[in-house]
C-alpha cells in the first residue's frame, strides 16, 4: 500500500564504492524526483523526470546517474562515493496540475 | 541557495497554545506548499495555496500567502504533543518544474 518506496532505508558503505538506491511509486504520477537532505535538514532537489524523461539536472556531479527505466521506477546510481556524499535521499513523485509531492522515508546514506 | 526562509528555526510551546511559523521567498511562485517532518522520516504534504489565494484553512491548519511581500505564514491551533516535527514551506516556481524548500522550523509541542 505504500504510496512511494524506496530501498534500501539505511546504506553505510566505504568511500570509493558504488551504490545504487531504488524507488518506486504506485500513485499513477508522472514525475518523480530525488532530494538530498544535509546534516543541518536543509532539502535540495537533484533531479527530476517526467514520464521517463530527464527535465531538472540540478548541478549535481556526474557521479550520480539517475535512471528512470519506466514513469513509475526512478533509480538512483552513485558512483566512487566520497564522504560529502553522506546525507538522506529522499525520493519523491506528483502529478501534473500543481498538488503536493509525495515523499518517500528516506535512504540514508553514510559513508564512511 | 534556499528560496524559502523560515522563522523562527525552532519553536517551543505549550500543549493547547498556537504556533505560529512564517515563510519568506524570493522569486514569482505558482504555489506554496507546506510539509511537515516527523524525527526520521519523510516530508508529509499538509496544504497547497496558490498564489492567486490569500488564505487555505485545512482542520488545525491556517495558511495564508501575501504574494506583495512574497511571504507566507502556517498556524497550528490548539497545538498536540503529536504536532512535534519540522515543519518547511517549499515554493513550486512559475515553470512548475520543481518545489525548492525552507530551511524548516523545528517545532516541539510539550505535553
Known amino acids: 500500500d505504500t504510496a512511494v518506496s524506496q530501498t534500501p532505508k539505511y546504506l553505510v558503505t566505504q568511500m570509493g564504492n558504488d551504490k545504487s538506491i531504488k524507488c518506486e511509486q504506485n500513485?499513477?504520477?508522472?514525475?518523480m524526483y530525488w532530494y538530498k537532505q544535509d546534516s543541518k535538514k536543509f532539502l535540495k532537489i537533484m533531479f527530476s523526470y517526467n514520464n521517463k524523461e530527464l527535465i531538472i539536472n540540478e548541478t549535481v556531479p556526474n557521479r550520480f546517474s539517475p535512471k528512470s527505466p519506466d514513469k513509475a521506477h526512478l533509480n538512483l546510481h552513485i558512483n566512487s562515493l566520497e564522504l560529502g556524499d553522506s546525507a538522506v535521499y529522499f525520493c519523491a513523485s506528483s502529478s501534473s496540475g500543481g498538488t503536493g509531492y509525495t515523499f518517500g522515508s528516506g535512504t540514508r546514506l553514510t559513508v564512511v | 541557495s534556499q528560496q524559502g526562509e523560515e522563522d523562527p528555526q525552532a519553536l517551543s510551546i505549550q500543549e493547547g497554545e498556537n504556533a505560529t511559523m512564517n515563510c519568506s521567498y524570493k522569486t514569482s511562485i505558482n504555489n506554496l506548499q507546506w510539509y511537515r517532518q516527523n524525527s526520521g522520516r519523510g516530508l508529509v504534504h499538509l496544504i497547497l495555496i496558490r498564489s492567486n489565494e490569500r488564505e487555505k484553512h485545512s482542520g488545525r491548519l491556517r495558511v495564508t500567502l501575501d504574494t506583495s511581500k512574497k511571504s507566507s505564514s502556517l498556524l497550528i491551533t490548539a497545538s498536540r504533543a503529536a504536532d512535534t516535527a519540522s515543519y518547511f514551506c517549499?515554493?513550486?516556481?512559475?515553470?512548475?518544474?520543481?518545489?525548492?524548500f525552507g530551511g524548516g522550523t523545528r517545532v516541539l509541542v510539550k505535553p
Open positions: 500513485l499513477g504520477h508522472d514525475t
Open positions: 517549499a515554493t513550486d516556481d512559475a515553470a512548475g518544474n520543481k518545489l525548492t
